[in-house]
T-cell receptor
Framework: GAVVSQHPSWVICKSGTSVKIECRSLDFQATTMFWYRQFPKQSLMLMATSNEGSKATYEQGVEKDKFLINHASLTLSTLTVTSAHPEDSSFYIC?????????????FGPGTRLLVL | KQEVTQIPAALSVPEGENLVLNCSFTDSAIYNLQWFRQDPGKGLTSLLLIQSSQREQTSGRLNASLDKSSGRSTLYIAASQPGDSATYLCAVKHGTGNQFYFGTGTSLTVIP
């Protein structure tokens, strides 16, 4: 089946720094990628929808200037957490949409755990 | 806005028992529903996908049903094993290429 990778798998950073997370579709082209966030003991919440070659669409309450999303190619989307704070510590998961896979059109990455000190 | 709820939030059963996890959603105009498994600190593993026109799907010891009109789905796990211990998430989509709306999850522990 289709594979989606994320890098890094985990990252620890100091408060105030920026962190970039990559999401790659390894064997298919993804016209749309989604970024989710999961806080401890909570479910996944959509942060933004990333479309190749256009601006991302952010969900209500998600600061677009803090969570920068770039989808420059059909196989790569990046999420940059700018000026990270401890409350940004979370598990970030991306999914990639493959138009040609019928009903099961989204594949999830393994996630990136971010800890901001 | 779609809201997905899962009951119970946590479940602990002895090995060998059959069990049912419940998922309900408020907007029945879904495209499909999917059940996932998430191990601690890990990503998602897709278990079963049910299209809106289907009533159930089976894979091994797992059986998922869908009653779209009432906004409900169940995941039945037969002869549970300790390796089944994980958090189970249900999620619905409203169209191909669209986002998932995830449920709150059920944390399952199967005791040897």
């Amino acid at each position: 089946g289709a594979v989606v990778s994320q890098h890094p798998s985990w990252v620890i950073c100091k408060s105030g720094t920026s962190v970039k997370i990559e999401c790659r579709s390894l064997d298919f082209q993804a016209t749309t990628m989604f970024w989710y966030r999961q806080f401890p003991k909570q479910s996944l919440m959509l942060m933004a929808t990333s479309n190749e070659g256009s601006k991302a669409t952010y969900e209500q309450g998600v600061e677009k200037d803090k969570f920068l999303i770039n989808h420059a190619s059909l196989t790569l989307s990046t999420l940059t957490v700018t000026s990270a704070h401890p409350e940004d510590s979370s598990f970030y998961i991306c999914s990639a949409h493959s138009p040609g896979q019928g009903g099961k059109t989204q594949y999830f990455g393994p996630g990136t755990r971010l800890l901001v000190l | 806005k779609q809201e997905v709820t899962q009951i119970p939030a946590a479940l602990s059963v002895p090995e060998g028992e059959n069990l049912v996890l419940n998922c309900s959603f408020t907007d029945s105009a879904i495209y499909n529903l999917q059940w996932f498994r998430q191990d601690p600190g890990k990503g998602l593993t897709s278990l079963l996908l049910i299209q809106s026109s289907q009533r159930e799907q089976t894979s091994g010891r797992l059986n998922a049903s869908l009653d779209k009109s009432s906004g409900r789905s169940t995941l039945y796990i037969a002869a549970s094993q300790p390796g089944d211990s994980a958090t189970y998430l249900c999620a619905v989509k409203h169209g191909t290429g669209n986002q998932f709306y995830f449920g709150t999850g059920t944390s399952l522990t199967v005791i040897p």
